[in-house]
Nanobody
Framework: QVQLVESGGGSVQAGGSLRLSCAASGRTFNNNARGWFRQAPGKEREFVAFIGWNTGTTYYADSVKGRFTISTDNAKNTVYLQMNSLKPEDTAVYYC????????????????WGPGTQVTVSS
């Protein structure tokens, strides 16, 4: 399996921006696609964004569409999540995950997860 590590989280005021990174190591030759999920306290983990590693095809949750952008640097085996116009409701731990199979919106379709990075947006 591939090992994933997120970075770039922090605390910002509403309207601000952050860029999260997800670096991969290990069996990266199996790169297929990556997803970003988030989990707020007391809530279930939810889908945020997806990108096909070779196709560049992207999908977003409606709640972040137009504000977040997912991208890859294939040479660095790294996926990014650019987050603009942040809102307090974006506060959560953000996780990067390696897609395996199945519906791309479900956490069960991903077989490797990073430890997460905290994003806090204050009003």
């Amino acid at each position: 399996q591939v090992q994933l590590v997120e970075s770039g989280g922090g605390s910002v005021q509403a309207g601000g921006s952050l860029r999260l990174s997800c670096a991969a190591s290990g069996r990266t030759f199996n790169n297929n696609a990556r997803g970003w999920f988030r989990q707020a306290p007391g809530k279930e983990r939810e889908f945020v964004a997806f990108i096909g590693w070779n196709t560049g095809t992207t999908y977003y949750a409606d709640s972040v569409k137009g504000r977040f952008t997912i991208s890859t640097d294939n040479a660095k085996n790294t996926v990014y999540l650019q987050m603009n116009s942040l809102k307090p409701e974006d506060t959560a731990v953000y996780y990067c995950a390696a897609y395996y199979s199945g519906g791309l919106y479900g956490a069960g379709s991903y077989n490797s997860w990073g430890p997460g990075t905290q994003v806090t947006v204050s009003s």
